[in-house]
């Protein structure tokens, strides 16, 4: 046998190994073995280097990425599909169905059921046979280009047998397994970094990394679900073409079910509704779509949506898991919240080991208890909370009894008639004051980046900072000298104090905190009032009297204002140089691209940085200087640097300057 021909039987073998292995779960050879054979073959490459070819397995990592990944317009648009949580719904969409299919009997309609696996969507495009280009979804007619890193997923097959179709573009569902998530994560801690919050993210941020190598540690797994395009289709159904991409050995997820009609298809939804939870990837829901793929042509698409498929969504999901202890958090206006510490558990993607158990009363209704087994529920994004004591511990503890003084400074605590919440009477309470600087110097508020609880906690404790404007007299030094703060860091503190000063009126009035007082108040009222001065003048009665306003926010304005230890802290902010006018039009509220913060990289040659910052900003945007996890989109134009490897490594979206004029224009583009 010739050194070709053997390393050629050596890729053949690997590659099955891998399928078996990555795809079917079931290797039929020892790790040891494995490595041996693929030893053999980087020594016979070595030595005869003119025979590595790009399918070896040796080249998984092998290629570089680009600085910046290239930007890949997708022959085929990546739709995204019609979301529902609905039974009802999917039977209006078989309904619809029917409808856009007539003369078709109901009983020859079949559909395929997949799972919605929860990830990130790719394209693998194939000529002949070969692997030429991985790509994201991005925002469904242009992705990047991440051929480099998505070689190094095992379950890719490199090569594929050319004898079936010559060009072929395949897409797919890149997952991080759950228990590799977990794992990451606590490699992450240990390391002092920041968690990923669900194993979405992480996924994203392996798969944007710049080395390829790094990418193939993270144990990234993909299913198959569809084709963009290939040459010559020889089926006629979506279960067939399933089948023949299985056969060419792509990872096709075992559940998939073919349904001979529309009511065995919606029963799979209560199927799969607990066992998904056993997967070892997130599912959150299912994917019911037509088999026919000449009715599908038939009934088309619209311009996001195919009309021949729909996703069914599983509600919140919960979990069941242990209280540790109950705890009492002091917010900013005093109150007093009940907390459950929980054992960790996994739900919904993140990891979660406290939920709000909101106030006495509810604790006492569920009678929830230290030591009982509880289920929990996570709905989006929203703070997980305690259904119910599924099981009550044996030594069960005494009944929770909210405390008598508050728990962070001991002062007395009062239930205002009528109301469910407890609070703590005294206003220069520390923990109060904490969570107040929280929301002072938050994104939508005086956006002080750098200052994060740890910093507060000191400066709060050491009592050094007693109210908002003792932040504006805090020196470098001073603050270089608080643990765990870096030199660095401290600069970078005191410069967005600096900076902060100039937020404005509207910013400012959010950020004091006054009661019934959120961001759009706040921003009504500076458009309004034009400055803090006009704004102490004003009489109650014509604060009333503007719309939106009205006696409870008009009241609690008002009391805020007239109370001396108030104007005295205004004054003192006025002192220090804070800005108490508004500046132009205050922004709109609810803007298209409202809360989302961008930060500007590179040179950009449609518009000028100034234009597309103010662009942004008009649609309620925020425009920074930093990349951090808050940052929600990164526009890079030419020769971006290392804002550019530092938006990758977060997983944050880059956006070119195509991308963000369509974003402009249509703000739910790049959010896929
Ligand atoms: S089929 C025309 N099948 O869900 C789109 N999609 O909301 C056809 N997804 O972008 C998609 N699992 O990223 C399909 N088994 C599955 C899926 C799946 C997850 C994702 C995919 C898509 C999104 C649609």
Redesign the pocket.
């Known amino acids: 046998m010739t050194v070709k021909q053997d390393i050629e039987d050596l890729k053949q073998t690997i590659h099955l190994h891998d399928h078996l292995y990555y795809v079917k779960n079931s290797p039929s050879v020892s790790d040891q073995e494995y490595d041996a054979l693929l030893r053999r073959l980087r020594e016979l490459e070595t030595s005869h280097p003119e025979y590595v070819t790009p399918d070896s397995p040796t080249q998984r990592v092998g290629g570089k990425v680009d600085e910046r990944f290239k930007a890949v317009v997708h022959p085929v648009p990546?739709?995204?599909?019609d979301?529902t949580y609905n039974v009802d719904e999917v039977r209006a969409f078989h309904q619809r169905v029917l409808k856009g299919l007539p003369g078709v009997p109901e009983d020859s309609i079949e559909y395929v059921v997949?799972?919605?696996?929860?990830?990130?969507?790719v394209a693998l495009t194939y000529e002949n046979g070969l692997l030429v280009r991985g790509a994201t979804?991005g925002d469904g007619l242009q992705g990047e280009d991440i051929t480099a890193n998505l070689r190094t997923l095992r379950s890719i097959p490199l090569k594929i047998d050319t004898e079936t179709f010559n060009r072929i573009e395949v897409?797919g569902?890149v997952f991080m397994p759950k228990k590799e998530f977990e794992r990451i994560n606590a490699e992450r801690e240990a390391e002092g970094e920041v968690p990923f919050a669900n194993p979405r993210n992480a996924a994203a941020g392996a798969l944007r990394l710049l080395d390829p190598a790094v990418t193939a540690q993270r144990k990234l797994g993909i299913?198959i679900?569809?084709v963009g395009f290939l040459d010559n289709n020889p089926c006629k159904t979506h279960f067939e073409l399933q089948k023949k991409l299985e056969a060419l050995r792509f990872p096709i997820?075992r559940y998939n079910r073919l349904c001979e009609n529309f009511e065995s298809a919606l029963a799979l939804i209560e199927e799969f509704r607990d066992k998904r939870k056993e997967l070892d990837y997130e599912v959150d829901g299912l994917?019911i779509?037509l088999n026919s793929l000449a009715h599908r042509k038939q009934l088309g698409e619209t311009s996001k949506?195919?009309r021949w498929?729909v996703?069914y969504k599983y509600e919140a999901e919960q979990a069941v898991t242990e209280v540790i202890d109950i705890v009492c958090q002091v917010g900013r206006t005093g109150s007093i919240t009940p907390v459950a510490e929980l054992r960790p558990v996994l739900i919904s993607g993140s990891t979660v080991s406290r939920a709000t158990l909101h106030n006495e009363d509810e604790i006492k209704r569920k009678d929830i208890r230290v030591g009982d087994r509880v289920v929990i529920e996570k709905a989006g994004e929203i703070i997980p909370k305690v259904v119910r004591v599924i099981e009550q511990s044996g030594e069960r503890g005494q009944p929770f009894k909210m405390p008598a003084i508050c728990p962070e400074c001991q002062a007395s605590v009062h239930r205002p008639e009528g109301e469910v919440v407890w609070r703590c009477v005294n206003s220069s309470c520390p923990a109060q004051l904490k969570e107040r600087l929280k929301h002072f110097s938050s994104r939508k508020a005086m956006d002080i980046d750098h200052f994060g609880p740890a910093v507060i906690e000191q400066l709060v404790d050491s009592g050094r900072v007693k109210n908002f404007s003792d932040l504006y007299t805090l020196k470098t030094d001073e603050v270089a000298s608080l643990e765990r703060m870096a030199d660095k860091s401290a600069k970078n503190l005191i410069s967005a104090i600096e900076k902060s000063k100039h937020a404005g009126f509207s910013r400012l009035l959010h950020a004091l905190g006054i009661r019934h007082v959120g961001q759009r108040t706040a921003i009504l009222l500076a458009r309004k009032f034009r400055s803090m001065k006009k704004l102490q003048e004003v009489d109650f009665n014509e604060l009333e009297k503007i719309d939106e306003i009205g006696p409870v926010i008009a009241e609690s304005l008002k009391a805020f204002l007239d109370q001396d230890s108030n104007r005295k802290e205004i004054e003192q902010l006025q002192e220090q140089g804070i800005l108490m006018e508004e500046q132009g039009n205050a922004p709109e509220s609810g803007g298209s691209l409202q809360g989302r913060q961008f930060v500007l990289t590179g040179t950009l040659a449609r518009f000028t940085r100034e234009e597309a910052k103010e662009k942004i900003q008009s649609l309620g945007g925020r425009v920074t200087s930093t990349i951090s996890k808050k940052t929600d989109y990164l526009v890079a134009g030419d020769s971006a640097g290392s804002k550019l490897d530092k938006a990758r490594q977060l997983g944050i979206p880059v956006l070119d300057e195509e991308a963000l004029q369509k974003l402009i224009e249509s703000p739910s583009a790049g959010s896929?």
């Open positions: 990546m739709l995204s599909l979301n997949e799972l919605k696996f929860d990830g990130l969507a979804r897409r569902e299913f679900y569809a997820n994917v779509q949506f195919p498929a996703a896929g």
